[in-house]
């Protein structure tokens, strides 16, 4: 294969790639709109309510003709139940135990990869053990107990404190 075709198979690729990038963008504005839509808190005339869930934030907004109210939900079992007067009611946990893995990194004095268990949980709060890991020096290994706080659908904000006697924070993700 010479110089002109190897360009002309690279140029046929790179086309097909923009192509491709400019379709998932036109296909993602269109979901936009129509997400936009879906989650809208105007209740059309013939509505009696809307109940919005919102999986990334984690809430429940109910949209009534007495108001609106926004609950916040666990990643965990809920219900949600109208009775004979048409109140909407939202269950769940609050605490409880868990058995949910993560990953993480973060800081305490030394940058650190996190890796550990949360095994309990009160409403977006979790706690949980785990080690860090110095990435620069292996053998340094803490184990430490932290204290998070959801702050995006599996991403948290964690306090953490070590054998060391070290106190830390650091980004986790949850499996």
Not at 10 to 16: D, S
């Amino acid at each position: 294969m010479n110089l002109t075709e190897k360009i002309k198979k690279w140029a046929v690729i790179g086309v097909i790639a923009l192509l491709a990038l400019f379709g998932l963008k036109q296909c993602r504005k269109v979901q936009q709109k129509q997400d936009g839509a879906i989650v809208s808190p105007i209740l059309k005339p013939t509505d009696k309510g809307k109940i919005i869930v919102d999986p990334i934030k984690r809430t429940i907004t109910t949209i009534t003709d007495k108001g609106t109210t926004v609950t916040s939900i666990p990643d965990r079992p809920v219900s949600i139940t109208e009775d004979k007067n048409g109140k909407i009611t939202v269950q769940s946990r609050i605490w409880g135990k868990e058995l949910r893995p993560y990953l993480g990194v973060g800081y305490d004095g030394v940058g650190r990869a996190h890796v550990g268990v949360d095994f309990f949980y009160y409403k977006k709060l979790d706690l949980g053990t785990g080690l860090g890991v110095n990435m620069a020096q292996p053998k340094d290994t803490t184990m430490n107990v932290n204290l998070s706080y959801n702050v995006y659908s599996n991403t948290s904000i964690a306090l953490s404190y070590d054998n060391r006697r070290n106190i830390g924070v650091f980004l986790k993700v949850r499996f």
